[in-house]
Structures are given as C-alpha cells and as structure tokens.
C-alpha cells in the first residue's frame, strides 16, 4: 500500500483490493469500510464512484460491477472476475513471515499445536514469495515477559522483577509499577515506578530477567521533579577504531584522531566504557576518573604479571 | 485521473477473464478508455503494463497465432494474480492477524495491513479466542526494508554506502542473501561483488540510499545459507575460560559453558567468536574477571592494560 492514498497507483491498488473484501463483506458500513482501508469516508466515496463505471468489456449493463453504496451500507454483485483476494506482494509476504517468526517464539511453551500450525503458515507463505527461510527474527527480549509485563499494564497490576544494572553489574529484585513501553533507538525501555529508589525510572526491557505480577498497581501521579545528580562532562582523545568508540560512547559527530566530549550521569558507565575500548581511547578529563581507571587497569596488570 | 485509474482497473479485468492472449488491436478496441492516434495508445498502454507490474501484477505475453498475424498477445493468469494459500482455518487467520498486528508503528505497519486485509477477503472468520493472549511487537525504525526484500525477493543487487571501522564512507555492491535481527540490530548478509566473499552489514550503519539493480535474476542464493551461523562465524570458536567474582559478571555469566565453585570466585568456560570484543568484553567488567586461557586472548588483555595505565598514568 502506497504511502499516499490518492496517488493514481495506489487508488488502482486500493480498488483491486476492495472488490474481494466486498465480496466477502456484503453490506458493510462504508464508514466501517473506510476505517479499514484507512482512507477517509469521502475518499471511500470517490473510490466506489470509480470502481462503478469498471467491468468487462462491452460495458453495459450486464458487464458493470454492480455497486449500491447509497443506503450508507455497501454491496458489490457482477464482480466475478476481481473477487479472489490478490496476491501478496514481497513486502507484504515479508511483513508477515516476520511476524510469524516472531509469534511463534512468544507462544507459551505448552501450545506446539499452535507454534506448528504457525510454522507451516511460514512454509507455505517463503515458497509464495520465493523466499526460502530467508529471513530470521531473533529477539533479545524474553516475549514470556513482555506478554506478562503488557497485560500487567492493562491491568493495572504491580509486577515484581529481577533487574540487572549494567553499569554497576548488579541483579536487583525490584518491586514495580510498570506505566508504558517506550523505545530509543534499537532498545525498548519501561517506565515505571520502582519502590526501590521511590520514584520513576525506565528499564532496558532486555534486562529484566524474570517477572511475576505482585499486586494491583499504586496509582501515582507522575512527578517531573526528579532527582537526577548533575551530569559528568568529559572528554576523550581517539586513536583508532573510531566506528566502535563513536558507536559505544554514542558520539555523533566524530572526526578522526580528534578530541571528543560528551556527558553522562554514570561514572561507572564511563570507566568501564574507557577500559573496554582497550586503550583506542584516552580519556582526558575529568581526573578523577583516569586515576580511578589509571589504578584500575595497573592492580589488574599486576594480577596479570604475578599469576 | 480517474480516467486513468479506470482504465487500469478494466485492462486487468479483461486480460483476467481471458481465455487467450489478447492481441494489442483487440484490447485497443474492447477495453474502455484507449483513445487517440495509434502512436498515443500505443504509449498508454506501455506504460499501463509497467503501472500493472509495479503492482505486483504479472502479464504474460505469448500467443503468437500464425492463422492471425504474428503479434503478440497479452494476458493475467488468475493462478499468479490471486492469493492461493490452499485452504486457511480461523486459528490460522489469527495467527496471521498477530503476525500483522505486531508491525503496528514500525516499519513494515502498511504493508502488514494491507496484507491483512487480502486475508480477511478470503471470508474466513478469526479464531482469536483459541489463542493465548499474546502481544509480541516488532520495534524497527528502519524503512530501508522494502527496497531490501524486494532486492531478496527479486535476486537483484543493492549498492549502499556503509561506515567502515575507520569512519570512511565506502561504497558496496552486494548480492543481497538474508536479513535478520540480533541483539536489537537488524542485519543483511549476501555476497560483496568486490571483495567476492559473504559479508554480513549492519542496517544502522548504511549512510544515504540504497540503490537496486535493475535487472533481476542475476544471482542464486546458496540453499544451504543461514545468516545467523554467518553472523557467528567471524573467526574460528575458541573457549575461554575466566576467572569470575561471586555475583558480577552477568554479560558473560549468561553464555557460560560451565561453572566450577572456587569460593569466593567461580571459574567459568566461555565461547568466542571474535578476539578483539572478547578482551573488550573483559575489560568492561575490570577487576571482577581474571582471563585463566587461552595464552592469546590473555596476552591481547595484558597489552590493552598496558596501553590504558600508559595512557592514563
């Protein structure tokens, strides 16, 4: 489906299309119609209007689709020839095997029924759109959680977790109420309330290791005062693998062998960003930082030379 | 432009309902809306039949009937026009319905309508309540991929523009195999025309537009392809093993091997696939992991040291 729904080729797509969804839906609400083809109700007027004067050739009578939309109510008769369903294109064949991949590794453990039913949905759809197993989903989020933490949500349910801190590498339980998803760049994060640290933090949902719904959920007033320290500002000298440092400490903009700066709430995000970079970096403020990673690096070495 | 769109809209009817091909003249004469000098419907319907076929409609041309003249004739198979998934059950529908539903606000969100609404013209009711409630979801910002699968689909070449380790912009021509998502980053794998070797790309790192082939057919894909074992496969697979401090470590704790009790730390057997983010790896988790073996991932580690305490002393 094209992105503008008035564009000649997508209104000719769109009217192709219609012809077996009316076949099968006799009657229905051209408002209801609209909806589904995500146009608006005179858009849809205009689309019936066309499809009208459409038919065999001769075009009489006899060869015209036969149309009724006045009543508010749709039917479609005459129409022989466009009734089956067309097929999918390679974008639309590709949407849902994805999809279907994906479907298949939330279904709960116990439903091989379904996740076979679904495997074969994928078999039959690659080989319509030559496409043999071409294509993988592998999430790195627990669905299980998801599926648990989403319902949660609409139910208004208070959700226990098992959370691991990257950066001070930690497994915490933390009891929470969970508000909504939300999504940065390639992660997906959950807001909520967390009674550990008695105010709203998100969490990388690839990170919550285990849940298990706690209660209903507190209801409680969002407060945009946080308590968030002042940021560290820093500054860093690159010397070499510049796309894995530009990558790692999210630098937009980064020239080769230059100075960079950046700020971030964490110390230890920053140390152990500098140490995993493996010497491609050399962090030139603030101080206490190098001497911490100075030390740091120079006890391990010595670890290193003695055993 | 609705003239147009009509006229779209029957030429497809007439060459469905065809029993045989359909010369030029014949299809000038019957189908409604081709008027003008000959030279004028001769350039309608050419570029009717690339409008048909940018929709992902196929016209055979064939039918040279020599009682007649030698001119070709033009028709739409129903077999290739229609969607033909055999027989479809509710419980499938639903499934399909989930699959689609999952697209909802990322990137492929109109083309899984669209496809959703092809399948419920089938006339089939859904079966939700047969099917545990779930809501997986699909989180891809990316809109590169329908210009990728089709490149797939279709076997035609991509050229990108694609940051290399350096930061330097290079251009690449490649024979799209596969794409797949791991650890939140979607990937494509295929063959780089250049370098004549199987190259995996991450989506976030390609810079500009992609270009497509023009022609189609130019490559087969090796049946026996998997993207994620060429997503693995960078190097050989080597085992660690790693000295952890009780409770830390996590990252690496979550791909152990095994686990052996040394009290107040554990020893652990790792795999790798890459030496230079393995001792990143390491290093991130500074003094709560002691590298044991092998020599060459523990030198690598000594080395970095080395440079850091020089750099920051």
């Known amino acids: 489906m094209a992105k503008n729904p008035q564009t000649p080729l997508s209104r000719t797509s769109r009217l192709l299309d219609l012809v077996p969804y009316l076949t099968s839906h006799q009657g229905i609400d051209l ?53 089956r369903p067309r097929n999918l294109t390679i974008e639309e064949a590709i949407a849902l095997l994805l999809g279907l991949d994906l479907v298949v590794q939330s279904l709960p453990q116990d439903r091989e029924d379904l996740k076979e039913i679904a495997q074969g949905l994928i078999d039959r ?23 648990l933490i989403t319902s949660a949500i609409s139910k208004k349910q208070a959700v226990k977790i098992q959370y691991h801190s990257l950066y001070s590498d930690e497994v915490t339980k933390r009891n929470i109420h969970p508000l909504e998803f939300r999504v940065d760049g390639a992660h997906e994060y959950l807001w909520a309330y967390c009674e550990k640290v008695a105010g709203f933090r998100s969490f990388r949902v690839d990170r919550v290791l285990d849940a298990t719904i706690s209660g209903p959920r507190v209801e409680l007033i969002q407060s ?83 055993g | ?55 992902g409609i196929d016209i055979d041309v064939g039918g040279f009937d020599p009682a007649f003249d030698d001119e070709a004739g033009y028709r739409i198979k129903s077999d290739k026009y229609s969607l033909d998934l055999g027989d479809i059950s509710g419980v499938e529908i639903a499934l399909l319905s989930l699959a689609a539903e999952a697209w909802r606000g990322a990137a492929l969100d109109s083309a899984a309508q669209s496809a959703l609404l092809k399948l ?21 910002p990316h809109t ?44 494509l794998a295929g063959m780089d025309l250049d370098k004549e070797s199987i190259r995996t790309f991450r989506l976030d790192r390609f810079q500009g537009e992609i270009t497509i082939g023009k022609e189609a057919n130019t490559f087969e894909i090796p049946t026996d392809f998997d993207i994620l074992k060429s997503l693995n496969t960078d190097a050989s697979n080597e085992i660690a093993t790693i000295d952890i401090r009780k409770g830390k470590a996590h990252l690496m704790r979550s791909s152990a091997l095994s686990v052996t009790d040394l009290g107040e730390w554990d020893r652990v057997t790792v795999p790798f696939f890459d030496l230079a983010k ?24 000594i080395a970095a040291l080395a440079t850091i305490v020089d750099l920051h002393g």
Not at chain 1, 249 to 267: C, H, I, N, P, V
Not at chain 2, 148 to 158: E, G, N, V, Y
Not at chain 2, 279 to 300: C, K, M, Q, T, Y
């Open chain 2, 1 to 55: 432009m609705s003239r147009k769109i009509e006229r779209l809209i029957n030429l497809t009817i007439a060459l469905l309902a065809t029993k045989r091909f359909l010369t030029k003249k014949e299809i000038f004469a019957s189908v409604d809306g081709y008027e003008g000098s000959a030279e004028t419907k001769e350039r309608m319907f050419e570029r009717d039949k690339d409008d048909l076929r940018n929709l």
């Open chain 1, 125 to 147: 759809l690659s080989r319509l759109a030559n496409l043999p197993s071409r294509i993988r989903i592998e999430p790195n989020i627990n669905e299980s959680i998801r599926t």
């Open chain 2, 278 to 301: 393995m001792v990143d790896l390491v290093l991130w988790h500074g003094d709560d992991v002691f590298v044991i073996s092998p020599e060459h991932l523990r030198n690598s580690v």
């Open chain 1, 224 to 306: 945009s005062a946080s308590k968030a320290a002042d940021p560290i500002t820093y500054s860093l000298e690159v010397f070499s693998r510049f796309r894995d440092v530009a990558e790692r400490f999210a630098l937009d903009e980064m020239g080769k062998g230059s100075q960079s700066r950046g700020t971030s709430y964490s110390s230890q995000w920053l140390l152990r960003c500098v140490m995993a970079s493996a010497g491609a970096v050399k962090l030139t403020s603030p101080q206490e930082i190098r001497s911490h990673i100075a030390a740091t690096a120079s006890g391990l070495l010595d670890r290193y030379k003695a």
């Open chain 2, 144 to 187: 590169d991929f329908e210009i990728i699968s089709r490149a797939i689909s279709q076997r035609r070449t991509l050229s990108f523009s694609y940051l290399s380790k350096q930061l330097d912009i290079q251009t690449r021509t490649i024979a799209p195999y596969a794409i797949a998502t791991q650890q939140s980053f979607w990937y």
């Open chain 2, 120 to 140: 419920k013209s089938m006339g089939i009711d859904s079966d939700l309540d047969s099917i545990p409630s779930i809501s997986p979801a699909i989180r891809t």
């Open chain 1, 31 to 83: 408002n209801i119609l609209a909806q589904d083809f995500s146009v608006s109700s005179s858009q849809m007027v205009a689309d019936l209007t066309t499809l009208w004067m459409c038919g065999l050739p001769g075009y009489t009578p006899l060869e015209l689709m036969d149309l009724s939309f006045d009543s508010g109510y749709v039917t479609i008769h005459n129409a022989d020839t466009l009734a």
